[in-house]
């Protein structure tokens, strides 16, 4: 807050009026965020269960996605998407290299573990620090240009991060191989080894990330998974915080400069340091996705940082819809999960699918859907998402709501009134 | 001296390529105000249909050849391509050495209709949509065409020679006078520099000489004041759009020889190539081939020994790092003309 913001202070005590009814709400959400932070923090918990709704030895198990490994990935990448949409969301400023803070995130993650010792809290941290250094340096100067200039610089940045983390970086981060941990490593407040003389796993006061315990109910079993919870829980944290973001005065400038730099601009204020200060917060974000994927699997690779890293995460809170809350998570979950089970399926899978056809017809559907599944299931994300980019510029947030409000004016015409005002 | 001209020479085929996409890519921005992202794919299909016609001419029917025996002792199997029949022995391997050459002819109408159907079908619909939902709904095509031609032609490389005639290499240094096998160069590349600098000629002698270029320039300027003198400029915008696209596709078949074309080949370039377009200056056509092989031959220089002993890593990112200098220096590129992309 600098002297840009004189104005805003004066306004601010009359402001709040509305504002304060609103802040005394529980844990200062208002009841709909309350609701929908709730109702977040409800599906993360019981994902395990959630995700495998299907018995572990049906034909449908495949669809079952309750796996410690899948499901890290949902909340890592939930994190990533929601700390990007802070920055696209809000600002409308397109970054093509956000990949980069989360590969540079991953990288101090690693050597924390190899200098200090396997506990996860310092890795994170390091993690968070250091991206949003680095955010700091790459958005002070790509923040100079908008629109696709803006995209153009971040990206170029990125390819740089990526290029020489390939090349001539290679003695700290371990070029093409990856940044792995050894047995050498000094870890000076941690055991070099674990008592059976392997590389210690990450773990948390104690506790290993990757400490499972599998919980058999019947024909389903479910795997409950320590490294889960706790990513479950940090992205709770990086939701509610979000969240927080979004309802702050800090977070009505950023959609401020979204609509209109130039009117911000004539008012006397400086957008700069709003934007500079949303693309920091987004790449911490992004440090912290780093860091916990580490934490899951203490290896960090070159090609996190590739700009296909960065366009994934476009491609999340795209589909999920930029600008709200809910939408990268659901993006993100979306994605993943359609990548891991569109890959895993074959034509084998297939045919036992629709071997209800006669043999003809069956080869025939199988023929047609073979070229989307399996390795070609990049063609189905790059249809869907050119499908959501075209017809539901919202993504599937909005797709929810036009469908909702089908249903509402179906249901009692009288409800229609109401429906515009909470349009937004 | 000799390995200065030898890096310039090395930047000149990269400086080619990239000058040809940026002057696509800078056509589409120019004409219809689009960011296309699938360029690069226009360039990888391109290169796919050299792939495409060199297959179709080397398509043969097998004959059993008495006279020989393989080493099992059964008559012999032997290859014919069709072309042989239909054109004899000389006329047929002929056609098989110059399949590359030969699929400029193939490429041309090709790619104007994809580029026609893509401006129809999808991007004529995006032109009111802001800039990044354009970058989107393009990147989401280029991932769908890459991964087209990947179910077409697998994920490996695919080596598409030169013809013989243009292999091997040519001794530069004799020619200004230095030791013989100083400065050697292939031909293929010198083919490539010089057809590039034809198309870019080419085009820049249609738009400037030409009534149809006069009026798409004309309508680059003010479109809305050409449309209101009763001109259809869409159509003929539509038309340039075709025209880039085949200049990316024609930039693909050449450049089939110099590097075996994979599906992601496009990706690789259309990255660079953005660097290039902002850094010649978005919308400006002599721009954007000046930055082409500035950042070509810039890139060579980077990658000379000498450099990289003083500077480790900078072959991997001067690109980058000039494009960085040039947006913070000059935010409209070298010669980017003023009011564009500057809302």
């Known amino acids: 807050m600098t002297d840009q913001t004189q104005s805003a202070p004066a306004q601010r005590p009359a402001a709040t009026s509305p504002d304060t009814r609103r802040r005394g709400a529980t844990l200062g959400l208002a009841p709909r965020d309350l609701g929908l932070f709730l109702f977040v923090a409800g599906l993360t918990l ?23 490994d899948l499901m890290q990935r949902f909340v890592i990448f939930g994190i990533f998407a929601i700390g990007f949409n802070i920055l696209f969301g809000l600002t409308g400023y397109l970054s093509f290299g956000h990949a980069a803070f989360l590969g540079v995130g991953s990288y101090a993650g690693v050597w924390m573990f190899k200098l200090i010792g396997m506990d996860v809290l310092p890795a994170i941290a390091a993690s968070v620090i250091t991206a949003g250094l680095f955010s700091v340096v790459i958005g002070y100067v790509s923040l100079r240009r908008s629109g696709i200039y803006f995209s153009i610089l971040t990206l170029a940045f990125a390819q740089m991060c990526f290029a020489l983390a390939y090349s001539v970086l290679t003695p700290i981060t371990g070029g093409e191989t990856g940044l792995q941990l050894s047995l050498s490593d000094p870890r000076i407040l941690g055991a070099a080894a674990s008592a059976s003389g392997n590389i210690p796993v990450p773990s948390l006061f104690g506790v ?22 706790f990513c479950a829980a940090v992205m709770l944290v990086a939701f509610y915080l979000a969240i927080r973001l979004f309802r702050s005065p800090f977070g009505m400038m950023l959609r401020a400069v979204k609509s209109n730099q130039q009117r911000l601009y004539y008012t006397g204020l400086n957008a700069r340091p709003y934007t500079l200060g949303a693309f920091v917060i987004s790449g911490m974000y992004a440090g912290l996705a780093g860091g916990l994927m580490v934490s899951m699997d203490p290896l960090a690779g070159a090609e996190r940082m590739q700009w296909t890293a960065s366009g994934e995460v476009v491609l999340m809170t795209i589909l999920g819809g930029a600008g709200t809350l809910i939408g990268p998570v659901l993006g993100a979950g979306v994605i993943k999960y359609f990548e891991n089970i569109f890959s895993k399926l074959n034509d084998s899978v297939l045919h036992g699918w629709f071997a209800f056809l006669p043999d003809g017809l069956e080869n025939f559907v199988v023929a047609i859907v073979h070229p989307f599944v399996g390795k070609g299931w990049h063609l189905t994300l790059g249809l869907m998402f050119m499908a959501v980019v075209i017809f539901l510029p919202g993504g599937l947030v909005e797709g929810g709501q036009r469908l909702s409000r089908l249903f509402r004016r179906k249901s009692g015409p009288e409800t229609r009134s109401t429906n515009d005002t909470p349009a937004e | 001296m000799d390995a200065i001209i030898l890096q310039i020479l090395n930047g000149l085929d990269k400086g080619s390529a990239y000058a040809l996409i940026a002057l696509g890519l800078t056509l589409i921005f120019g004409t219809l105000g689009v960011v296309n992202f699938a360029h690069g794919a226009l360039f990888m299909i391109g290169a796919f249909c050299a792939v495409t016609l060199s297959r179709l001419i080397e398509s043969s029917r097998t004959v059993i050849d008495e006279s020989r025996t393989d080493f099992l002792g059964n008559p012999m199997e032997v290859q014919v391509p069709y072309v042989v029949d239909w054109f004899g022995e000389s006329g047929g391997a002929f056609l098989i050495d110059w399949a590359v050459p030969l699929s400029i002819l193939f490429a041309i109408p090709i790619m104007i209709t994809i580029g026609w159907i893509m401006e129809r079908g999808l991007i004529k619909h995006f032109y009111k949509r802001p800039h990044a939902d354009q970058i989107l709904v393009t990147f989401g095509l280029a991932i769908v065409l890459q991964e087209i031609i990947k179910y077409f032609y697998g994920a490996n490389p695919i080596p598409t020679p030169a013809p013989s005639a243009f292999q091997g290499s040519f001794d530069f240094g004799v020619l200004l006078g230095f030791d013989p096998l100083t400065i050697l160069y292939p031909y293929w590349r010198l083919v490539y520099f010089a057809f590039a600098a034809l198309i870019i000629g080419g085009v820049f002698a249609f738009l400037q000489f030409t009534t149809f270029g006069m009026v798409v320039r004309a309508g680059m300027a003010d479109r809305e004041t050409v449309g209101l003198l009763g001109i259809n400029i869409d159509r003929r915008f539509t038309i340039m759009f075709g025209i880039a696209a085949a200049v990316a596709g024609l930039a693909g078949v050449m450049y089939t020889p110099i590097n075996p074309p994979n599906y992601h080949m496009g990706m690789d370039f259309l990255v660079l190539s953005f660097v290039v377009v902002v850094v010649g200056g978005m919308g400006s056509l002599p721009g954007a081939v000046l930055a082409g092989f500035l950042l070509g031959i810039l890139e060579s220089f980077a990658s000379m020994r000498e450099v990289i002993d003083l500077i480790p890593g900078i072959n991997q990112v001067i690109i980058y790092l000039v494009a960085i200098l040039i947006l913070l220096t000059r935010p409209r590129g070298l010669m980017g003309r003023k009011g564009v992309m500057e809302e």
């Open chain 1, 46 to 68: 019981c994902a395990p269960f959630l995700l495998n709704p299907f018995p572990a030895d049906s034909s449908l198990a495949q669809f079952n996605a309750g796996y410690p």
């Open chain 1, 208 to 229: 290993e990330m990757r400490e499972t315990t599998d919980l058999r109910l019947g024909a389903w079993s479910f795997s409950l998974n320590v490294g889960y919870y």
